[in-house]
């Protein structure tokens, strides 16, 4: 299956999905630090805005849309604004209905959870999965999502390279 990565970062949930065999389209994000670390480790990236991204030109060229869309409205570390904007979750959404794949998974802070109408969606304890730190992440999807895994970090992991 082919997928898609919005809002991706450095590339670390498209690592999770390459290596569990799906084939990477595309990633998405406007940091341009984040979109050179992703280019080196996972493969092509626009850097843009996702407001200005049509995903219609996708629509039956990616099975999987997955993301991560940013939380600060939500965050624990933002002590600052607690305003509830959802601009990048109904962005995320957006381009969801713009390419229409069979599956999408949001992964996101515990708090977005009353926010997310979707068919699953689960608060996991992320240490659970071999995550060498405690954190509960909420995933939300069109399908549910089996987690029946432990992270593996052996030496032979493939290394990683950081732009910047």
Known sequence: MRFADLFCGGGFFSLGFQRAGFKHV???DNWKLACA????????????????????EWAGKV??????????????????????????????????????????VMENVPDVYPFIHAPF????????YGLLQQRKRCFASNVPLNLNFRLNFSNNSKKLFCQG
């Open 26 to 28: 595309f990633g998405l």
């Open 37 to 56: 670390t992703y280019e080196l480790n996972i493969g092509k990236a626009f850097c843009m805005k996702i407001e200005d991204f049509d995903g219609k």
């Open 63 to 104: 099975d999987v849309v997955i993301g991560s869309p940013p939380c600060k409205t939500w965050s624990k570390a933002n002590t600052k604004t607690r305003s509830c904007d959802l601009t990048l979750t109904k962005e995320f959404f957006r381009v969801v209905g713009e390419i229409k794949p069979k599956i999408w």
């Open 121 to 128: 969606k689960k608060i996991f304890s992320m240490e659970s």
